[in-house]
């Protein structure tokens, strides 16, 4: 099993849609949680960190479920802009107090007019 | 501007060559990472520093050396013991305190086999 998985897609949405992605990892001991965007041939950027009550940036939502071992990623009113790969990434202990995080492959957006 | 300088942008290898990829950073962060990321794949973690003069192997070292002689700098050389190399290759940079922190990218290194 991966250590962090997520649904390739790609998911393909009219513009205005709304749409979410979901994301488990395999770590119960993880302690910090992000998602990332990453467009086509770049690095990849922090879009937002995920904490445990839930958080809201804009039109980002993100939501953890710790029981269930799962993040998701909510994006209301998508526009053209928002078509990018999104990565889920977790922390995981390396055992001697030290941590790494794990990237998701990421889920392909294509939003269209 | 605080940032992560990585050069060169595109770099080829020849069958053989060992080749170093530069990764500067002036946002004084502690920690520093190498990853590279294939096709459809998600970023593997090569090797880490938490600290000048340290580091460790990250998941898949082999063929790989680093060094952290500088705060700012974490040059990356890809030996010709690997096997693979053709990859996007990115550096990457956070606070280490003892939760875990995002970490910020340079903009990557393309390499390429010739």
């Known amino acids: 099993r991966k250590e962090v998985e997520q649904d390739p897609g790609p998911f393909n949405v009219p513009e205005g849609a709304t749409v979410a992605f979901n994301c488990t990892y395999s770590?119960?001991?993880?302690?910090?949680f992000f998602w990332y965007r990453q467009d086509c041939r770049k690095e990849p950027k922090l879009l937002m960190s995920v904490y445990s009550s839930g958080n809201e940036d804009g039109r980002f939502t993100a939501q953890l479920n710790r029981a269930s071992q799962y993040i998701s990623l909510l994006i209301r009113d998508s526009k053209l802009s928002d078509s990018a790969t999104y990565l889920c990434?977790?922390?995981?202990?390396?055992?001697?107090?030290?941590?790494?995080?794990?990237f998701g492959a990421g889920t392909i957006l294509r939003v269209k007019s | 501007d605080g940032g992560i300088t990585q050069s060169p942008k595109y770099l080829f290898r020849k069958e053989g060559q060992n080749v170093t990829l530069s990764c500067e950073q002036n946002?004084?962060?502690?920690?520093m990472y190498w990853y590279r990321q294939d096709p459809g794949q998600g970023l593997r973690l090569i090797y880490y520093?938490?600290?000048?003069?340290?580091?460790q192997k990250g998941d898949i070292a082999e063929g790989y050396s680093v060094s952290r002689e500088k705060k700012e700098s974490f040059p990356l050389t890809v030996t010709s013991a690997q096997k693979n190399p053709t990859a996007f290759y990115l550096c990457?940079?956070?606070?280490?305190?003892?939760?875990?922190?995002?970490?910020?990218f340079g903009d990557g290194t393309r390499l390429s086999i010739l």
């Open positions: 990434v977790v922390n995981f202990s390396l055992g001697f107090g030290g941590n790494k995080l794990v």
């Open positions: 520093s938490q600290i000048v003069n340290d580091f």
């Open positions: 946002l004084n962060h502690d920690a």
């Open positions: 990457a940079s956070s606070v280490w305190t003892g939760r875990t922190q995002p970490q910020h």
């Open positions: 770590n119960s001991a993880s302690q910090s």
